[in-house]
Nanobody
Framework: QVQLVESGGGSVQAGGSLRLSCAAS????????MAWFRQAPGKEREFVVV???????????DYTESVKGRFTAWRDNAKNTLYLQMNRLKPDDTAVYYC?????????????????WGQGTQVTVSS
C-alpha cells in the first residue's frame, strides 16, 4: 500500500519559515513526478510546485508564480522523501499543504493527474 505522509506544518508569523516533509512508502518515486498542492479555506486545491527527474540525481522544480523566490522543493531519493522549504511566508500562504505523487515521470500542475495523496499538513501564517 502506497502512503504519503506529510509533516512539518505549524503556525508562524509573516516573514517566518517552515519546512515540510513528505515521506513516501510502499513504492519508490525516484523516477516519477511529485508535487505540493495547497488548499485554503473555501478555495479549491491549487498547485504549488512539481518536481520531476531529469537524469542522474538531478530534479527539475517548477513553481507557481506566487511562491517563486520564496519556496524551494527538493527530493532525497535515499529517504524517498520530498521537501518544501518555505521562507518569507505571507498570510496568503495559509492553507493545508498536500503532497502528491504520480505513476508517471512527466511533470504536471493538474491535481487530477496525480495518483497518490497525503493527508495534508496545516500551515498558518499570521500577520
Amino acid at each position: 500500500q502506497v502512503q504519503l505522509v506529510e509533516s512539518g506544518g505549524g503556525s508562524v508569523q509573516a516573514g517566518g519559515s517552515l519546512r515540510l516533509s513528505c515521506a513516501a512508502s510502499g513504492r519508490t518515486f525516484s523516477g516519477n513526478a511529485m508535487a505540493w498542492f495547497r488548499q485554503a479555506p473555501g478555495k479549491e486545491r491549487e498547485f504549488v510546485v512539481v518536481t520531476s527527474w531529469i537524469g542522474g540525481r538531478t530534479y527539475n522544480a517548477d513553481y507557481t508564480e506566487s511562491v517563486k523566490g520564496r519556496f524551494t522543493a527538493w527530493r532525497d531519493n535515499a529517504k524517498n522523501t520530498l521537501y518544501l522549504q518555505m521562507n518569507r511566508l505571507k498570510p496568503d500562504d495559509t492553507a493545508v499543504y498536500y503532497c502528491a505523487g504520480r505513476s508517471k515521470s512527466a511533470a504536471t500542475p493538474h491535481r487530477d493527474d496525480y495518483d497518490y495523496w497525503g493527508q495534508g499538513t496545516q500551515v498558518t501564517v499570521s500577520s
